[in-house]
């Protein structure tokens, strides 16, 4: 604690957004204000790292409470969560010099970056520069990713709500099918988030409590896929049950390695390969194959966003992970993250202690052996007891006019006391 | 009324299905119970008229208040809903013969056929045979469709709650690009159905009011589609907002009438293309022309199931339509259906009139031109002043371990009278 110097925190958002980031937004603005006093200012950086490049600040210390309840409610990124990774610091020092100078300029004293594991490792590369440079700042990092593959996590906020989004989804979807198959669909099939994990296309399992009948067959992508014995599966399902329900995690790989979606490389971002299509793949292979009628629903954004339905957990570990941020800098630490801890299993309960970022950066968590069936196309018991609490509660929605009452939060620009940043990007 | 002999009446749904179909199967059950006495046996045919064929039915009458709750917030259709229309009598004579049979076997005196505006030219087929046939049965017709593209009537049950969700998920996501689009994705593409008309991408107008800045076009099949013009006008909000949104209806065609989805057409069906794909391919086109990364979501069945997004005023006119059309049958009328007569603006105020099902049979309902903007690409005030009452309200879900209580309801069989049928299909 340093009560007589006040601290400055500097906070952005990172990577894929989720529908409650801006709830671990809202925490830290609000435990902020209650330490007003050993807090001095909160900034936002608009577009995570980027914000801090282009000194594109904003002031969050005063935000009100209508605004503060406006963001709890809010999916998106409220001050936009940039794909970016920096440099190494070989290859542009002068992007590290100019985070530096930024974070003097501004007194910065504490940097929080709200992510998945790709945004932890550029905390860490920060705070390793500025520790060299003599400006040692603290640096904490907050989960984030829909995802659900963060190391050292019980979970990872913003999964709850996705997984939540995407079984509901599911649920209704398969109690349609079951309306159509016998004169028209047949197959009907559901694409999920996950580039290398399938944690979203996990929670398609908890559908079989409403429907214990329900044929489904779940594609992971920590399975290779082998098209020709899903084929088989879902030729028995047919013969069986004249229906089948299949969830598809869009990173789907083949024994070779090979994705099964669509890769569409994007020349903007030579990192980054945009997934997609794989449940629009299937579709016309199963259809080609079985000559049947095949609908296939890609959810897309809609799986990370939707407002409407945010898991009550989830909301509230997004607001704890924030708010432990805050206590972190408080704390004096860095270089830490809190994370989700279940300390009891009915009435569900967690604390949220602190890993060090260096063992979360870049790490992935995959779906664990122990919860995917034997066979590979479903899910056991274990992960069924994982998932319920996640998505356990519904967060109030304010509806005006027949539609959610979403609105952009604008924050007051700080004024810039660097050069403009002339430099790549 | 025929108070000393009551009526025995004979229910069933048919083609795609809604949020709110089983509200009006509910509707029907709960008024045949009120007027108990004059009205006997209050059946449902299994499939459509494919039950009727098969006789394959079940008891309605006695159905308990438990399972009317369950049913008012079912999606899908409990009975089964065929794709399925009838021979022509030249055609295929013993079609006509066995629905005759089946009916007198039962001794049902009403026919209440819940469809859209193919399903109404069969019940008005099968109410023609049989009144020459000398069985002169009460054919009632019932409206439902989320695509609202029934004439003679305001909007279609089951409408209302397929644009609440389209238009909820399309602000989520919308929000969600707002934090991407600096340096990921800058164009999101949803996909709304709508084989023919673009009732349902139209309800995408409504973000506006949340979002009024949001760069957003709405392409109508109304509209013969050109997608130079299309890419013009999304460079256009690209260079000014640096990102944009994109509506597109299913059953997109261009000028020559080609369409633009992708048509597959189903070999099971020969009458029947399955569309879907327009989002796609759009989404292939723009990220070749414009280098940049484009999200595509195609909700699919998830639009026309969103049971826990279901609005008040579109399950209110569900159940309406079910009590209309048995009242029908006890005011002694036939070849009519109920349909949504808007009577009061402020507050939003509606009656159910009856209209013969010949002037609704197989006519279609585009969106009208005084709806889409002149420039094609967007929706006027008029629009979004028809749209907002038919949005308003939100039913009350049932949760049940963090996902909505929907389970699938039985149904009693009813005891077969008659041989097999043995005919096709």
Redesign the interface.
């Known amino acids: 604690m340093k009560p007589f110097s006040p601290l400055n925190i500097l906070y952005a ?1 990172a990577g ?2 989720t ?1 409650v980031i801006n709830t671990t937004l809202a925490a830290v603005i609000e435990t902020c204000q209650r330490h007003f006093g050993h807090i001095g200012a909160l900034y936002g950086a608009r ?2 790292i ?1 914000g801090v490049l282009h000194e594109d600040l904003v002031a969050l210390t005063h935000t009100d409470t209508a605004t503060l309840n406006q963001l709890k409610h ?5 001050l ?5 990774d920096l440099d190494t610091e070989a290859d542009n020092p002068q992007q590290y010099e100019r985070i530096y100078q930024v974070f003097k300029a501004h007194q910065i004293h504490a940097f929080l970056y709200n992510g998945g594991n790709g945004s932890m490792l550029t905390a860490q590369k920060v705070a390793d520069y500025c520790a060299r440079r003599g400006h040692p700042i603290q640096v904490i990092g907050i989960p984030k990713t829909i995802d659900n593959d963060l190391a050292h996590t019980h979970c990872s906020p913003g999964y709850g709500s996705a997984a ?1 989004f995407f ?3 599911l ?3 398969a ?6 198959y ?3 669909t047949k197959v ?1 099939i559901m694409e999920a988030m996950g580039r290398h994990t399938g944690w979203i296309a996990l929670s398609g399992t ?2 079989t ?3 214990p009948d329900v044929p489904l067959q779940i594609l992971f992508p920590e399975r290779p896929f082998d098209y020709d014995a899903l084929l088989r599966r879902v030729k028995q399902d047919l013969s069986r049950h004249d229906h089948c329900v299949i969830v598809v995690a869009e990173g789907l790989r083949t024994a070779d390695g090979e994705l099964f979606a669509v890769a ?1 490389p ?4 030579r990192d980054w390969s ?1 997934l ?2 794989a449940g ?1 793949k299937l579709a016309d292979e199963l ?1 080609r194959d079985l ?12 799986q ?6 945010v ?1 009550l957990t989830d909301w509230e570990m997004a607001y704890d992970v924030g708010r432990a941020a805050v206590e972190a800098v408080l704390a004096g630490r860095t270089g830490v993250l809190p994370v989700i801890h279940k300390v009891a299993e009915d009435p569900f309960e967690w604390h949220t202690p602190y890993v060090d970022i260096s063992t979360v950066a870049n790490a992935e968590r995959p779906v664990p052996p122990s919860f995917i069936r034997e066979d590979g196309y479903g899910a056991t018991q274990a992960a069924i007891d994982y998932l ?1 609490p996640l ?4 967060r109030p ?1 304010f ?1 005006h ?8 939060v604008q924050f007051p620009a700080v004024d810039k006391r660097c050069p403009p940043w002339r430099h790549t990007p």
């Not at 000559?291 to 809609?302: M, S």
């Not at 990370?304 to 339905?309: D, G, N, V």
């Not at 998505?391 to 519904?394: K, N, Q, T």
């Not at 006019?401 to 952009?408: K, S």
Request: hydrophobic share 40%.
């Open positions: 958002q894929g957004v529908p577009n995570g980027l809010l999916p998106g990124g409220a936009q969560a940039c794909r970016f939540k079984a509901t989804s649920l209704e979807a109690l349609d099918l079951r309306a159509m016998p004169t028209s009907f908890l559908i409590e409403n429907l569409r994007n020349s903007l971002h945009q997609g299509g629009i259809r000559d049947t009628k095949v609908h296939v629903a890609v959810p897309d954004y809609l990370r966003s939707a407002a409407h339905m898991s319920r998505i356990a509660g519904e929605v509806w006019h027949g539609l959610p009452d979403l609105r952009p």
